[in-house]
């Protein structure tokens, strides 16, 4: 599947903070088909942290189906802000996921990051939530 275009929707959880934590990511092509869908497990992170780890995996998955034109939104007001520069980065442990995230966008075309309610991203949350109920 080589796709120019998509949208997609992240969320990080973590049960305590730190505490057991994962990702949900939906990948979405122009026209609103779901293309993927992430839900894993990523250990004991902060919240900050898996939500960070989210954008980067559906980044991943997004280049690797061969998108060139990214539209993220995210329920995570702090990683957006930080990833378009509005909010320093003063969390060192955030510093390298912020440049990965970097890293990532340079190969793309275009990339925005845009902040949207909870209520807005409850299939990426759905994703993280049911990857975190799966720890046993």
């Not at 925005?112 to 299939?123: C, F, K, M, V, W």
């Given at each position: 599947m080589n796709v120019k275009k998509v949208i997609i929707y992240t969320d990080g959880a973590a049960r305590g903070n730190p505490g057991p934590a994962s990702i949900g990511a939906?990948?979405?092509?122009?026209?609103?088909?779901?293309?993927?869908?992430?839900?894993?497990?990523i250990?004991?992170?902060t919240n900050n942290q898996a939500e960070y780890r989210a954008v980067i995996t559906a980044l991943e998955k997004a280049v690797s189906?061969?998108?060139?034109y990214v539209i993220l939104k995210s329920d995570s007001e702090l990683v957006v802000k930080q990833i378009n520069g509005r909010y320093k980065i003063k969390n060192a442990a955030l510093r390298p996921l912020y440049q990965?995230?970097?890293?990532?966008?340079?190969s793309l075309e275009s990339f925005?990051?845009?902040?949207?309610?909870?209520?807005?991203?409850?299939?990426a949350d759905a994703l993280a939530n049911k990857a975190l109920d799966n720890i046993r």
């Open positions: 939906i990948i979405k092509d122009e026209t609103g088909n779901v293309m993927a869908r992430l839900s894993r497990r250990g004991i992170t189906l061969g998108a060139k990965e995230v970097v890293k990532l966008t340079g925005t990051i845009s902040y949207i309610p909870r209520a807005q991203n409850a299939g």
